[in-house]
């Protein structure tokens, strides 16, 4: 990926992605964007519309974004946050979507 692509995928500047290169990101953001680069969740094996939605699909959407929610939710852990304000946290997320 270049600075340019990067700087594009995360809606920030490309100054911004130069200055991460010469000096390094801080923390946080290194630590968030191998979150965002490892969780890569595999594409539904067919389309499924939200009107259509069964028990298939939403195993394999549990299946496939499994990895990338149990690493968030590790990551979040890691950072102090208990799994009950996590859990919380995420159910918040959904029901303001």
């Known amino acids: 990926m270049t600075e340019v692509e990067l700087a594009q995928a995360f809606g920030i500047s490309r100054r911004t992605v130069q200055n991460w290169s010469a000096k390094g990101p801080p ?50 852990c890691s950072a102090g946050w208990s799994d009950g304000i996590v859990a919380a946290a995420m159910r918040r997320w959904l029901e303001e979507r």
Do not use: G, M, W
Not at 48 to 71: F, Q
């Open 27 to 76: 923390a946080y953001i290194a630590e968030l964007l191998q979150l965002a680069l490892s969780s890569k969740v595999r594409a539904p094996t067919r389309t499924v519309s939200i009107n259509d939605v069964d028990d298939a699909a939403v195993e394999e959407a549990a299946a496939a974004l499994s990895p990338a929610l149990n690493s968030l939710i590790k990551s979040a």
